[in-house]
């Protein structure tokens, strides 16, 4: 197999689905990438032979291999306790556990996740965003709240380049599940789901009334069944109400007073955040999740230290 000799570190965002890998050189720039759907579920039991496989297909002989989000997880390769909200992110690479994988003689490391408790002592947890967030301070966007959407949304303040607040929202998990079964799905129909700006506002409208997020829910149904609203739209009625509902609930629990905060993430759902932000006076500015990975990895191999 040729090798390409360029390649110092490979950095692999491993979800659990989906997998993402970036060869980096020696300047951190990446030469090179790759994106397959075995996740950490597909590759119960055979991690390291498929780690093989992705540096064959990089032909990457790598110095280090870094490996971020759910691989260091129950569903992973192996579990890598998470640290709290005292590490910076910044040293994030102090804290990787190092693994070993026949075959491969690159040092493997996992990064691990953020355990973050609230002043009632709950605790939140997140594997993977923190990478993003660390890429986005090596790329000067420091303090302040960062929104990661996705399955589970994540918001993060960040002050000192310490993680200082956690909140995980279902919202993803949610609008896909109440969308396929049950009473809303009902209520939509066999109508065809179009994209309804009006209705996506309404949401965020009820969302900003707060009360019980199950009786907000019902809503939906409601305003079909009463032909207050299209079939076709409750989707975009649902989507604005559960964005909505976690942008109340951030505001509520700590003001941003610079009315701004930063999104890493796919365009498309950056499109839905920016809408609702700008329904409640907000700005939203959205960072490129693929710089910041690349520039984590690059970070993490030049200052790791793993076990």
């Excluded at 720039?29 to 397959?36: I, L, M, T």
């Excluded at 990064?111 to 890429?135: I, K």
């Amino acid at each position: 197999m040729a090798v390409n000799t360029a390649i110092e570190v490979v950095g692999v965002d491993w979800g659990t689905t989906h997998r993402r890998a970036y060869a980096l050189d020696g300047r951190g720039q990446c030469v090179v990438e790759h994106a397959d759907g075995d996740g950490a579920l597909q590759c119960k039991g055979r991690f390291a032979e498929s780690l093989r496989a992705l540096l064959d297909t990089l032909q990457a002989r790598p110095r280090a291999v870094v490996l971020s989000g759910m691989v260091g997880s129950a569903l992973g390769w192996k579990v890598v306790p998470y640290v709290d909200g005292a590490v910076p992110l910044a040293q994030l690479g102090q804290h990787m556990l190092r693994v070993e994988a026949e075959g491969i003689d690159s040092e493997i490391c996992i990064v691990p996740g953020y355990c973050v408790r609230n002043a009632a002592g709950q605790p939140d947890v997140m594997r993977g965003e923190e990478a993003q967030l660390l890429g986005a301070q090596c790329l000067d966007h420091g303090n302040g709240w960062f929104v990661l959407p996705g399955t589970h949304s994540k918001w993060v303040e960040v002050r000192g380049g310490q993680v200082v607040k956690l909140r995980t929202y279902m919202t993803g998990e949610l609008f896909d599940l109440l969308g396929a079964h049950g009473t809303l799905a009902a209520a939509a129909g066999s109508a065809s789901p179009e994209w309804d700006g009006a209705a996506f506002a309404l949401g965020v409208e009820a969302a900003e009334i707060g009360g019980a997020l199950s009786h907000a829910l019902f809503g939906v149904r409601a305003r079909v069944v009463s032909g207050d609203m299209a079939a076709s739209s409750s989707r975009s009625y649902l989507s604005g109400l559960l964005i909505g509902t976690e942008l109340q609930d951030v505001m509520q629990a700590s003001p941003m007073p610079d009315a701004a905060f930063k999104l890493i993430g796919s365009p498309a759902l950056a499109t839905h955040y920016q809408a609702a932000a700008a329904l409640r006076g907000l700005q939203l500015d959205v960072l490129d999740a693929r710089a910041a990975f690349i520039a984590a990895i690059h970070h993490v191999h030049t200052h790791r230290t793993a076990p």
